[in-house]
């Protein structure tokens, strides 16, 4: 199977001694490398590394189909690319190649591949907790919590988080999603108030800008603004905003997780009731009713404007190509005439 190199994520292990520092591929769940890195990684030979694959798969103490796959590999040479596939093969032939080197570098490897790298294969992260005890210096626990606190507030987790806290908590639950996505979004827009002043319908049609910068958004997926982006209160909020909503919205979980594991059983009502309690004890401006601006008005408005950015976007675009081909072509016609010009005899 051919794989781009662009696929995947790059993990960088700096041997003990310094000396080499390797980037394993990481796709499907596992790392890859080339026989050349692995003999870098294990300080040894490409041929070594090669006869002892080959002696792996002879014995059948690996498969090759599962262990061992190309890859594509795009290298500029002058003036033009090449194209080249090379062979890779992943953690278990890593490791059962490490064991037969039977050098300290691979004795190095295994340890942190079992310990560290295993982790981060299953969790996705991997975390110094020694490291990151000791005050002093940059502290990175701050930064590792600002971290949390934002992809714990995201929307898709913090809806997901609220559903199942309330489940397990209200005695009147209602999972049907339409009712779901209700009750999410009065929490959502309290939340947001709270920070804002606005609900987030409200936010949203007062900072949409068609005629600004990314129609006036700080966030989006993606490398442009689409049409789904216009519609996420939290894409228009500064950093700053960004900071305080993910706190509150951090410490609001934790209030909801707490009641829950003490086994209160409340009712949907009473948790608006709680959660305004909540921000009121924060001293934050709690919002009474659904705001002046419903869901409906706000998507018709956003995306109405939206068509208007994307259109004038569209056209710049086009003027930028239409430039960029002018120049092109002018540096052509004045390439041509030099070339054109006899040389001049000494």
């Known amino acids: 199977m051919t794989e781009s190199p662009s696929r995947g994520e790059l993990i960088l292990y700096r041997t003990e001694d310094g000396r080499a520092a390797i980037r394993l ?7 890859w490398l080339t026989q050349a890195e692995i003999a870098a990684l294990f300080d040894t030979t490409p041929q070594n590394v090669t006869q002892h694959l080959r002696t792996l798969y002879g014995e059948g103490e690996l498969v090759e189909g599962a262990t061992c796959k190309d890859l594509l590999q795009v290298q500029q040479e002058g003036a033009r690319s090449v194209r080249r596939t090379v062979k890779t093969y992943n953690l278990d032939a890593i490791l059962a190649v490490g064991y037969r080197v039977r050098s300290p570098r691979g004795t190095q490897f295994r340890q942190w591949a079992s310990t560290v ?5 299953v969790k996705g992260f991997v975390l110094d907790d020694a490291r990151l005890k000791e005050p002093g210096g940059l502290d990175y626990f701050d930064e590792l919590l600002r971290r949390i606190r934002d992809i714990r507030a ?4 913090f809806y ?3 559903r199942d806290l309330f489940k397990a908590s209200s005695v009147d639950y209602d999972g049907t999603a339409e009712t779901a996505k209700a009750f999410f979004a009065t929490i959502q827009n309290k939340l947001v108030y709270a920070v804002t002043g606005r609900t987030a319908a409200e936010l949203i049609v007062a900072r949409a800008d068609s005629t600004k910068p990314n129609m006036a958004l700080t966030t989006w997926e993606g490398d442009r603004v689409r049409k789904a982006d216009v519609t996420v209160s939290k894409n228009y909020l500064q950093a700053d905003e960004i900071e305080t909503l993910n706190r ?11 009641r829950a594991s003490r086994r209160q059983e409340t ?23 659904k705001g002046r601006m419903s869901h ?28 960029e081909a002018d ?3 002018a540096r052509l016609q004045a390439e041509a005439r030099r070339l054109s010009k006899p040389e001049r005899k000494p």
Request: charged share 35%; glycine share 2%.
């Open 25 to 31: 591929r990481l796709q499907d769940g596992t790392v």
């Open 267 to 289: 009712r949907m009502a009473d948790w608006i009731a709680q959660t305004d309690r909540f921000l009121a004890f924060n001293e934050r401006e709690v919002l009474h009713g």
């Open 154 to 157: 995201s929307e898709k987790r």
């Open 327 to 329: 120049e092109d072509f």
């Open 248 to 258: 509150l919205t951090t410490m609001f979980l934790d209030f909801a997780e707490d």
């Open 117 to 121: 790298l295993r982790e981060y294969l």
């Open 296 to 323: 409906e008005q706000m998507t018709q408005i956003a995306h109405a404007r939206f068509e208007t950015f994307d259109t004038n976007r569209r056209a710049a675009e086009t003027e930028d190509a239409e430039r």
């Open 160 to 162: 997901q988080k609220v």
